[in-house]
């Protein structure tokens, strides 16, 4: 079990469309009936496993739980630019506070992977939830949505990173804000995401670059001179000074900064 409550993930043996192995569909479809066969499912039996290669995503949401100021900013502006509502409930990306924990297990945040071989896509018995076609984003189609939650159960994260949208009762997911009717700004992973522009802290970031699969890859350290002028240490371990950040970063020839992050922080 990973800190993230990670489930042993399944090999990537398995080739699909949309993420549908045809065991998985078969299965589906026996839970179902044949109600369940829906569009052109059922030509997807006769193709061979290789055609259903589920494409990359195009774009990742990375997380720095040690920069997390808890504030739920992110969850309130998710939830209003997909449903024009600020809902934590209806958030899609997710923050969890402790007010018994110490730093740096005091807040952190849940983001959807958009993981290569995604559970979620294979478990959905109708292709609702799938790969989108021009971006490759882990997406539910609504209007599919049979409200069987599988994929909710699938996702191998804990909280799962799909939700349940009790007011509209369709499985609902990050997409990277490619669909966000509430807001007029383009987003998916060519451009903006809310909550990344939204965060005060600048504590989520995009990167069009498949993470390391790990807890670890999918997180970054987004602490810069601006923060460690705040007096807060600046590495994972919580234990560097400013004044010794700023020793450090004297001691470097101009031009190379001594900070790990990349520069994100305002
Ligand atoms: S919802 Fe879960 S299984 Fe699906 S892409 Fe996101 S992290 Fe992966
Ligand atoms: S809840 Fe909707 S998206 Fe999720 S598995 Fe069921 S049909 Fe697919």
Not at 148 to 168: G, H, K, L
């Amino acid at each position: 079990m990973t800190k993230t409550g990670q489930k042993a993930s399944r090999p990537p043996e398995v080739a699909e469309k949309g993420g549908v192995s045809r065991r998985q569909f078969l299965a589906g479809v026996g839970g179902l009936g044949v109600g369940a066969l829906l569009g052109g499912s059922l030509v997807a039996l006769a193709l061979p496993d290789s055609v259903y290669a589920v494409p990359a995503s195009q774009g990742y949401l990375l997380v720095d739980t040690k920069k997390c100021g808890g504030c739920e900013s992110c969850m309130l502006t998710c939830s209003l630019v997909h449903t024009g509502k600020e809902n934590l409930a209806l958030s899609r990306i997710q923050v969890a506070k402790s007010a018994l924990a110490g730093f740096p297990q005091d807040s952190a945040q849940y983001q959807c992977r958009q993981c290569p071989y995604p559970e979620c896509v294979e478990a959905c018995p109708t292709g609702a939830m799938h790969a989108d076609e021009a971006t490759g984003v882990r997406t539910v189609d609504e209007g599919k949505c049979i409200g069987c939650q599988r994929c909710i159960s699938a996702c191998p994260f804990t909280p799962s990173r799909v939700q349940w949208n009790f007011e509209e009762r369709h499985a609902q997911k990050c997409d990277l804000c490619k669909n966000t009717p509430y807001w007029n700004r383009e987003g998916g992973p060519g451009g903006t995401q809310a909550c990344v522009a939204v965060c005060p802290m600048k504590a989520i970031s995009f990167t069009a670059e498949l993470p390391v699969q790990s807890d670890e890859g999918y997180e970054e350290n987004m602490r810069n001179i601006h923060w460690s002028n705040l007096s807060f240490p600046i590495d994972d371990a919580g234990k560097v000074s400013a004044e010794t950040y700023m020793r450090a970063k004297a001691a470097k020839p101009a031009g190379e900064d001594a900070s790990t992050d990349s520069g994100k922080m305002a």
